[in-house]
């Protein structure tokens, strides 16, 4: 089995993917990064392997790329990890002060974005944190600088600057593990929660209904999110994280009453 994630050696996923390879007993060298998220998907389901995603952080949010491909379906969430994100300022500079560029991946240059503008560093878009420490490092110019985790700086041997730069104290990655609907594979949790995915009818009040439908069971909502369904204009779907209830019937009993109100419906896995 291998498991794929997207970014460079050492990026924040690659520290999730080494975690999760122990519980499935998977070699390092079948931990493998590829170029996007979409080649990630693809090659999970060519190699029937699993997909380590990054779906939301707590300071800077949604991946929207990543709901919009488990939107269309044909996998499954088998579990959901949190992984405490601490970001440092390296370069090859020793000297803080005279750096102008800071370069990293879009979400963890917003998760610095105070420390950034207080400092005047203009940041710029890179492929992912860890690459932007190898670009660094090849660059060998004092002036750039990358966000990135510390086990960057082990590899590319660039001095660290500052250490958990990032704006929000307790700065947290949620991750998914996702595999292909017809991989059986051990579960890591005791499937305690669930994601569904629903369109609305066009009736009034009607998103109000649909979650009425889990308010009336005391079933507790942890994320919804509306996602544009990219089919018409200003059409939207919602993405509904849940805890499952102790009683199934109160899980039957909410979807029934969703069904009332929604369509579409597409149950993404207990995780």
């Given amino acids: 089995m291998k498991i794929f994630y997207q970014w460079e050696k050492w990026a924040y996923s690659h520290i999730v993917s080494n975690e999760i390879s122990k519980f499935y007993k998977v070699a390092e060298e079948n931990i493998i990064w590829c170029f996007s998220f979409q080649d990630m998907f693809d090659n999970m389901e060519k190699e029937n392997g699993i997909a380590v995603v990054p779906i939301e952080n707590s300071y800077a949010g949604s991946v929207y790329e ?20 601490s970001h440092c300022l390296l370069s090859t500079s020793s000297d803080k002060k005279i750096i102008k560029k800071v370069y990293s991946h879009y979400q963890a240059l917003m998760q610095c974005e105070k420390y950034l503008k207080k400092r005047n560093l203009q ?136 069904f009332y109100f929604a369509k579409d419906i597409k149950i993404l896995w207990k995780y």
């Fill in 66 to 85: 990543n709901f919009n491909i488990l939107s269309k379906g044909g996998f499954k969430i088998v579990w959901e990890c949190y992984l405490p994100i």
């Fill in 123 to 258: 940041p710029i878009i890179f492929w992912d944190t860890a690459w932007s420490a190898k670009y660094i490092k090849e660059q060998n110019n004092n002036e750039l600088a990358s966000v990135s985790s510390k086990l960057a700086w082990e590899i590319y041997w660039l001095n660290v600057l500052n250490e958990n730069i990032n704006d929000q104290d307790g700065n947290t990655t949620r991750f998914f593990i996702v595999v292909s609907k017809n991989l059986e594979i051990k579960n890591y949790s005791n499937n305690w929660k669930m994601s569904i995915l629903f369109k609305v009818k066009d009736v009034s009040a009607v998103l109000y209904k649909c979650l009425g439908a889990f308010a009336t069971q005391n079933i507790n909502l942890t994320k919804i999110e509306s996602l544009s369904t990219k089919e018409n204009q200003f059409e939207y779907m919602f993405w509904l994280d849940f805890k499952i209830p102790k009683h199934k019937k109160q899980l039957d009993d909410a979807l029934q009453e969703l």
